[in-house]
T-cell receptor, first 112, second 113 residues
Framework: EPEVTQTPSHQVTQMGQEVILRCVPI?????FYWYRQILGQKVEFLVS????????KSEIFDDQFSVERPDGSNFTLKIRSTKLEDSAMYFC??????????FGSGTRLTVV | GDSVTQMEGPVTLSEEAFLTINCTYT??????LFWYVQYPGEGLQLLLK?????DKGSNKGFEATYRKETTSFHLEKGSVQVSDSAVYFC????????????FGKGTRLSVIA
């Protein structure tokens, strides 16, 4: 069964450093998403991406965040200058039309 | 804005016990409702869904009924197994499924033999 692949599974970074979280969505899916879950809290929507541009973003997705689909297969989330409060599990998801989201297994980001 | 509230976990049950995980929602209009499951080390997987009032979603012995009058979508299973141990997330989107999912906090279920 097709799956969404996220790398790395765990990343530790120092505060103020840039991180790039990588995702390979399902190849024929059209919509791409990033969500995050801070430990013990809700899974929160960050951004959606369709037709090579951001289609929607939440208040969390400020200027420190950016997304790219550089080569038609990878979908990346960049955090320019990480803060302690960016520590969370980050989930990538892709979707065809309709309800069929497929999620990756997540990247646990720890900012120290 | 739209929101989902789930019962706090963790929930620990013996094998073959009955499971209920409560979920209520607040939304404008008529959302679509979902239960996702996350097994250890894996991503979120769609467990079941319901797209209109009184619909019952079911899969792998789990069921949930879309109750508009009580704005609820409680997850139930008659007899849980050790392999059901996971984190369960209730979620909603708009009726077409095109708006981003809004999730609850998740409920961790542990089933012991």
């Amino acid at each position: 069964e097709p799956e969404v692949t996220q790398t790395p599974s765990h990343q530790v970074t120092q505060m103020g450093q840039e991180v790039i979280l990588r995702c390979v969505p399902i190849s024929n899916h059209l919509y791409f998403y990033w969500y995050r879950q801070i430990l013990g809290q809700k899974v929160e929507f960050l951004v959606s991406f369709y037709n090579n541009e951001i289609s929607e973003k939440s208040e969390i997705f400020d200027d420190q965040f950016s997304v790219e689909r550089p080569d038609g297969s990878n979908f990346t989330l960049k955090i320019r200058s990480t803060k302690l409060e960016d520590s969370a599990m980050y989930f990538c998801a892709s979707r065809d039309r309709g309800y069929g989201y497929t999620f990756g297994s997540g990247t646990r980001l720890t900012v120290v | 804005g739209d929101s989902v509230t789930q019962m706090e976990g963790p929930v620990t049950l013996s094998e073959e016990a009955f499971l209920t995980i409560n979920c209520t929602y607040t939304a404008t209009g008529y959302p679509s409702l979902f239960w996702y499951v996350q097994y250890p080390g894996e991503g979120l997987q769609l467990l079941l869904k319901a797209t209109k009032a009184d619909d019952k979603g079911s899969n792998k012995g789990f069921e949930a009924t879309y109750r508009k009058e009580t704005t609820s979508f409680h997850l139930e299973k008659g007899s849980v197994q050790v392999s059901d141990s996971a984190v369960y997330f209730c979620a909603l989107s708009d009726q077409s499924g095109n708006t981003p999912l809004v999730f609850g906090k998740g409920t961790r279920l542990s089933v012991i033999a």
